[in-house]
């Protein structure tokens, strides 16, 4: 198990950037898939990007490719998640999360962005 702590959210206009912070603790962190979600009001919660555990693989939705970038440092056992170009649509609570094999069984807290318009 690993325990995750988002920051980095925030209020932002559009067309701004932020960037999302992730960290972990517990063992092995280096062990483990990284990807951030979202969910906004009345919707339900959606993949944003993911990293595999060594940071050779990365993965997008389509309405993020281009704009986000997913990073990590396993030395500080953080993971990233750059935010370019913010739209409203974008606006969320994102959730951190840690798994392995497709399983997502560790999450954060989340941490709300908003974007004005």
């Known amino acids: 198990q690993v325990q995750l702590v988002e920051s980095g959210g925030g209020l932002v206009q559009a067309g701004g950037s932020l960037r999302l912070s992730c960290a972990a603790s517990g063992r092995s962190f280096g062990s483990y898939d990284m990807g951030w979600f979202r969910q906004a009001p009345g919707k339900e919660r959606e993949f944003v990007a993911a990293?595999?555990?060594?940071?050779?693989?990365?993965y997008y939705a389509d309405s993020v490719k281009g704009r986000f970038t997913i990073s990590r440092d396993n030395a500080k056992n953080t993971v990233y998640l750059q935010m370019n170009s913010l739209k409203p649509d974008d606006m969320a609570i994102y959730y951190c999360?840690?798994?392995?094999?497709?399983?997502?069984?560790?999450w954060g807290q989340g941490t709300q962005v908003t974007v004005s318009s």
């Open positions: 990293i595999n555990w060594s940071g050779g693989a990365k």
């Open positions: 999360s840690a798994g392995m094999a497709g399983t997502w069984d560790n």
